[in-house]
């Protein structure tokens, strides 16, 4: 039997490597290769905790000069909602921001206000590929509205930049899983697979244990989530089902095919407090 590991990390892999100054620099220079002068101590992560994700991070932002870059991480499930995400995420950064500059947004005086830049991470497998995703596209029929965002998707290349790397890291995680389940093997194997390749290699090599315990916690995770709604998929079905039965006994009562007391035997399922109900309902119609 695989070990299965539980714990309470709350993390991911993709904002633990990168809150690690110098692979954001190598990210930066990644996203930016004309700036060679961009050094470590120019870089300030400003990333917002505990927002937008299921209790697992994977949102990054972080300032470096004059911009302020956000990138999301869409993993393998594709969905426009993320520019909607970005749009209040970048909203809120904004403001903590300014707070943190003590800037007065009510003076005369203009405020300094950094540029965005915004980048949507893909890891996933999808045929339609989308150079930019854009609020207005998507939500406006392109029309040119007062507000408007758009971010660059980052799919992933034949590159070996820290991020092509990352991706790369993620796809072989994704097939290990795919292979041994949510198990450690799956976690060790992938490791290995990465170190071997030359991906992330330096990361791995002297974070395995804290990379080990994150994949695993992140296991646990997504096992909590799935048995979450599947919960509710299942209570929305006992919803249905009741409502759908309160219905067929309120027009039965109506057509005068039963009485009250007589539902029971017809639907069976229906408890006490149910027939009260629908005799409430019943009479208000009546």
């Known amino acids: 039997m695989q070990e299965k590991v539980k714990g309470n990390v709350k993390d991911s892999i993709f904002c633990n490597l990168f809150r690690i100054k110098k692979y954001l620099l190598q990210l930066y220079q990644a996203l930016h290769p004309e700036d060679a002068g961009m050094t470590e101590a120019g870089l300030e992560n400003v990333t917002i905790n505990h927002v937008f994700t299921n209790g697992i991070y994977n949102d990054l932002c972080f300032t470096a000069g004059g911009r302020l870059i956000l990138m999301l991480e869409a993993q393998s499930t594709w969905s426009v909602n993320v520019i909607i995400r970005m749009f209040i995420y970048l909203a809120q950064t904004y403001h903590e921001y300014f707070k943190g500059n003590s800037t007065n947004l009510y003076g005369s005086k203009k405020a300094v206000m950094p540029e965005p830049e915004l980048y949507v991470v893909y890891t996933g497998d999808r045929k339609k ?60 194997e992938t490791i290995r697979i990465c170190k071997n390749e030359n991906l992330l290699k330096e990361y791995l090599e002297s974070r395995e244990k804290e990379v080990i315990g994150i994949m695993m916690a992140l296991f646990d995770q997504e096992e909590v989530f799935d048995t979450y709604v599947k919960s509710e998929v299942k209570e929305a079905e006992k919803r249905t089902r009741k409502e759908t039965a309160i219905e067929t006994a309120v027009k039965f009562l109506k057509a005068g095919k039963c009485s009250v007391d007589e539902i029971r035997d017809i639907i069976p399922e229906l408890k006490d407090d149910d027939i009260t109900e629908i005799e409430k309902e019943f009479m208000q119609q009546v």
Not at 151 to 161: L, P, R
Not at 162 to 183: P, S
């Open 129 to 188: 590929r989308q150079e930019y995703i854009s609020l207005s596209e998507e939500y406006f029929g392109g029309k040119n509205t007062n507000i408007e965002l758009k971010a660059k998707v980052i799919y992933g290349s034949k590159g070996n930049d820290i991020l092509e790397q990352y991706i790369k890291f993620t796809k072989v995680y994704n097939g290990q899983v795919k292979e041994h389940g949510r198990t450690k093997k799956a976690v060790i």
